[in-house]
């Protein structure tokens, strides 16, 4: 074993510590000690300053592969390829303590920062949770498809990473050993997501494929196939009706989900791109990649204006003020706002050095946010038509953005696999959430502003929960969102 200088890269010793291969080393707390484990089924202790053997620890029946000491550096924990885990007294050198439950051997242990738990990670593809307290088992973790190599916890206590031969690494919570993702797993890219105004379904498309999950169960509770990919859904304000473009690369489809009767919306002359209902429900209003956008009455189906202005298609659309005004987002880089009696353009704005996909007006409807090609998410004052915000952080094209139900937060989920939470009034990013391994194409808040909704070209459809602890008065403040999640699964099913 070797010794280093951090600060200059110099070896400071090196050790003759074992008799074979040195498997894991780990520092005490007060870094004053380190031990290490070795294939020779020995942990030996040593002393950092004098570089001399305190103890050896003898007990394993095989190589002992990890080791891990407590936060108050009085216990140390090792796992091996016995298939046990042991706890020992710093102090003494002695088992305390032997853990059995794993079937294969055991590449990894960590306690908690708090020290209240210890997880063990085997290549058995279970990950356990032992209290410190009794040293009893807590809870078994299974998701990985293979062994496990890898687990550590968040300075919190509350989340745990692991990592395995699969060529994954997972977040779980750690008081209900739920991961984060994936949620669903359709067998295509999932293009866009839509909780119902109640939050009890949660609505996915992928490819041609429009489902309706049960949020609470997971259980699918109506789908149908259309004839052509679906970009978007929208779900009505009554969440009696569903709006999917995708039936064919120019139509509309106004889905009753209950009598599951489908009312056809035919018009644009290339595929729909973005929809959006107006707060009455009495209005929809679609854009295409033909530069139109049109509205609708939905009671008829009957085409109420068409409004031309965009040198490009249009990738979303979304109404404010009661209803009376539209904006519009493009790839010629525009937002543009209409008023919708009038069926005029009344404002244009010159908004990103490239295409727009995704623009969100603040439930206030003071405020809008666009996501862009050139990676940044901006906030415009409606009122004065002035930037007053952008939004830096991710590395990859915004693909969807959308407001809490309070306002102070946005969400945007991008290309670069991560979804941001950022404070609106601060106009600061408040924290990234990882567990997509593609571009995440829709986000969703839902209408308690608790749960949050992502998906994307991964397939996957991932439901994130606001941690139990966060203020209830303000469930979105992002220093307190956890990656929990519901158990269902969303996809996967027919139509």
Not at 206 to 218: F, T, Y
Not at 291 to 302: H, N, P, Q, Y
Not at 323 to 340: C, I, Y
């Amino acid at each position: 074993m070797k010794l280093w200088d951090v600060a200059t890269g110099r070896e400071i010793k090196s050790i003759r510590a074992h008799t074979k291969w040195v498997w894991s080393v780990a520092f005490s707390p007060d870094g004053k000690k380190f031990a290490s484990a070795s294939e020779d089924r020995t942990i030996k202790l040593w002393s950092v300053k004098l570089g001399w053997e305190i103890a050896t620890f003898k007990g394993h029946g095989a190589s002992v592969y990890s080791i891990a000491f407590s936060p108050d550096g009085s216990r140390l924990a090792s796992g091996g390829n016995d298939h046990t885990v042991m706890i020992w007294d710093v102090a003494t050198a002695k088992p305390l303590v032997t853990l059995h439950g794993h079937e294969l051997e055991i590449y990894s242990v960590a306690f908690s920062p708090d020290g209240k738990r210890l997880a063990t990670g085997s290549l058995d593809r279970q990950v356990k949770l032992w209290s410190t307290a009794t040293w009893e088992e807590i809870a078994t973790i299974k998701g990985h498809g293979e062994g496990i190599w890898a687990v550590a916890f968040s300075p919190d206590s509350k989340t745990l990473i692991t990592g395995g031969e699969d060529d994954t690494a997972k977040l779980w919570d750690v008081n209900r050993g739920l991961e984060p993702g994936p949620v669903g797993q359709h067998q295509a890219e999932v293009g866009s997501i839509a909780f119902s105004p109640d939050g009890k379904r949660l609505a996915t498309a992928s490819d041609r494929l429009v489902e309706i999950w049960d949020v609470g169960s997971g259980e699918q509770l109506a789908g149908f196939k259309g004839a052509a990919t679906v970009r978007h859904l929208a779900f009505s304000p009554d969440g009696k009706t569903l709006a999917v473009p995708g039936m064919g690369p120019d139509i509309i489809t106004l889905w009753d989900i209950g009598a599951d009767r489908k009312l056809i919306l035919r018009g644009h002359s290339d595929g729909v791109l973005a929809l959006a209902w107006s707060p009455d429900g009495k209005t929809l209003a679609s854009g295409s990649r033909d530069w139109k956008v049109k509205l609708w009455d939905v009671a008829t189906g009957r085409e109420i204006a068409t409004l031309r202005g965009h040198t490009m298609g249009i990738k979303s659309v979304a109404f404010f003020d009661g209803g009376r005004k539209l904006a519009t987002g493009s790839d010629d880089n525009t937002v543009r706002l209409w008023d919708v009696g009038a069926g005029r353009e009344i404002a244009l704005l010159n908004a990103h050095g490239g295409g727009i996909y995704s623009i969100a007006i603040s439930p206030d409807d003071k405020t809008l946010a666009s996501g862009s090609v050139d990676r940044t998410v901006k906030l415009w004052d409606i009122r004065t038509l002035r930037e007053i915000g952008a939004l830096e952080g991710h590395s990859g094209v915004v693909r969807s953005v959308a407001f809490s139900p309070d306002g102070r937060r946005l969400v945007s989920g991008s290309e670069d696999h991560t979804v941001k939470i950022w404070d609106v009034d601060g106009r600061r990013e408040l924290t990234t959430l990882y567990g997509h391994t593609d571009s995440v194409y829709g986000v969703a808040f839902s209408p308690d502003g608790k749960s949050l909704a992502t998906g994307g070209k991964d397939r996957g459809v991932k439901l994130w929960r606001a941690a139990a602890e966060a203020n209830q008065s303000n469930p979105t403040d992002g220093s307190r969102w956890m990656v929990k999640v519901q158990p269902p699964t969303f996809g996967g099913g027919g139509g």
